[in-house]
């Protein structure tokens, strides 16, 4: 049942990604805080800020928690101005710097599992999430939608409305077996601004066009502004690119900024196809909605 969240007024500061640029113009979206003696840090990985008048929201804490931490002081902030931090998903470039961040976590009951990337026969890469630590965080495991500060709010589970979007890369232990992963886990996170929604998202291993649509649907909002995230068009997802960008045109998705796993191919078509839409974002890079 949709939420119907009121607008908010709200700033959104990417704090890692996988890369930095800088002493290139603003745009009217777009402001660059990181510059010279003030460098902002990247890493593999991702982490956002949501700041509202009521309250600071921390999205993943990308594989380190070192950029994260650094490029929050050259914000003016710390982890004591924090009020929840929320996980994208269980993989631990979203989620290393966990020993970082204290208090409250919203997660998924899967996240803590152990997790595997394995793209062919052979090949396996271990992306399980550290543990928490119960004398300093207090975790709460949701798979329904979750209210974070008025106007903003998770997905909860996304349902896989398009097959298309499925990638199947990913391994989880299960006893002594790694099964497939369907990463339950992943979710995103909306704010309700006045020019319509704006879905944030860590990997989209759910399907970034799944996760608009659940944005809608637990929202009630039907109007998305802005979609900015890792759509994980990267290697063997490239095929999906151009059905993606066509999708975005049939949502209306007035900017279309994509991110860290995204892929410079997905990065450039975007930049191609949706000229308008598409704006250029790194590692402090801010965003007033």
């Known amino acids: 049942m949709a939420e119907k969240l009121a607008p908010v007024k709200a700033k959104l500061t990417i704090l890692v990604d996988n890369t930095i640029m800088e002493l290139i113009p603003d745009s009217e979206l777009v402001k660059r805080r990181s510059g ?28 380190t928690g070192i950029p994260m931490e650094h490029n929050l002081k050259l914000l003016g902030l710390n982890m004591d101005d924090i009020d929840v931090v929320v996980f994208s998903h269980g993989h631990n470039d979203h989620t290393g710097g966990l020993d970082r961040v204290k208090g409250r976590v919203i997660v998924h009951p899967d996240s803590f599992h152990e997790r595997y990337l394995s793209p062919k026969e052979g090949v396996k890469f271990n ?35 398009h097959d298309w979007e499925e990638l199947k890369v990913f391994k989880r232990k299960e006893g002594d077996a790694l099964v497939e992963d369907k990463l339950k886990d992943d979710m995103g996170v909306v704010i309700n601004t006045e020019k319509g929604l704006v879905v944030i998202q860590g990997c989209s291993h759910a399907g970034i066009i799944n996760t608009i649509e659940a944005a809608k649907e637990v929202t009630g909002v039907d109007e998305v502004y802005c979609v900015i995230g890792g759509f994980h068009l990267i290697g063997p997802a490239e095929k999906k690119i151009d059905r993606t960008i066509e999708a975005f045109r049939k949502l209306k998705i007035k900017k279309v900024i994509p991110i860290h796993c995204s892929g410079f191919e997905a990065m450039k078509q975007v930049s191609l196809q949706m000229p308008e839409q598409f704006e250029y974002c790194t590692v402090g890079c801010e965003m007033a909605f």
């Open 36 to 63: 010279p003696q003030k460098n902002f840090l990247a890493e593999h990985g991702f982490s956002a800020l949501i700041e509202t008048d009521e309250a600071k929201v921390l999205v993943d804490t990308g594989v």
């Open 127 to 161: 992306l399980t999430s550290p543990p928490p630590d119960p004398k300093k965080h207090k975790i709460e495991f949701h798979t329904e939608p979750v209210k974070l500060a008025e106007g903003v709010m998770t997905t909860g589970e996304v349902r896989r409305n």
